[in-house]
């Protein structure tokens, strides 16, 4: 224990690190278009073994896109298993093999709200949901953002991106938002807050965009 009663190490010890237990039996469930399904047989502590069923996904990437007047691009699209119509960042899968992560995440802000962007920074990595998913999503915050002209955006909107609204909001009322349950969508929660406490340090704190996941 320290001088002020509270166990060593402290803050420097709160770091997620890679660990992987014995996989005695590892069972393929379902495997759909994007997800697939597994179940593993894990050796646990004194000699137990435990099934953890889980979603093997490949990965996303999300944008927070701030403008100079420190509004938040937002889209509203509809998501069938919640059955709602959610705002969120733009976003996609990392379904490109091989590509920078904020290449990806260039090309989303470009389909999705028709932006680009000249600065970019990493804004937060998630793990979206680790006791069922080993879903990783990065967000990146990007600035200096510059309308395409419509000519040079070809890209088609499909099933739920068609009529989806792109709309700006203060970042200090998209905080508020999160914080009233009015936003839930993981990513945007997550980039939202991320953003507004950068925001105090002036961003100086964020990591590059190419900065490696840990």
């Known amino acids: 224990m ?7 190490g402290g803050a420097a010890m709160i770091r997620d690190t890679p660990e992987a237990w014995e996989v005695v039996e590892s069972r393929d469930r379902f495997k759909g278009h994007v997800i697939q399904v597994v179940t593993d047989t894990v050796k646990m502590p ?3 073994v435990a099934d953890r069923d889980y979603v093997v996904h ?7 896109a701030l403008d100079d007047r420190e509004r938040v691009l937002m889209i509203r699209q509809y998501r069938h298993p919640t059955r709602r119509l959610m705002w969120e960042l733009p976003a996609g899968l990392r379904d490109v093999e091989g590509e920078p992560l904020v290449t990806g995440a260039a090309r989303e802000l470009a389909e999705e709200a028709g932006y680009r962007a000249d600065t970019w920074h990493t804004l937060v990595d998630l793990r979206s949901s680790p006791g069922m998913s080993d879903e990783r999503i990065r967000v990146f915050l990007a600035r200096g953002l510059t309308k ?39 990513p945007a929660v997550a980039g939202i807050l991320a953003a507004y406490a950068a925001s105090v340090e002036g961003f100086a704190l964020l990591r590059p965009a190419d900065a490696p996941e840990a």
């Open 2 to 8: 320290s001088s002020t009663g509270e166990p060593e």
């Open 148 to 186: 395409i002209p419509d000519e040079e955006n070809a890209f088609v909107h499909r099933h739920e991106e068609i009529d989806m609204p792109v709309v700006w909001i203060p970042l200090a009322d998209a905080v508020e938002k999160a914080l009233m349950g009015m936003i839930h969508n993981s």
């Open 58 to 64: 490949p990965g996303a990437v999300a944008v927070l």
């Open 46 to 48: 004194r000699d137990e």
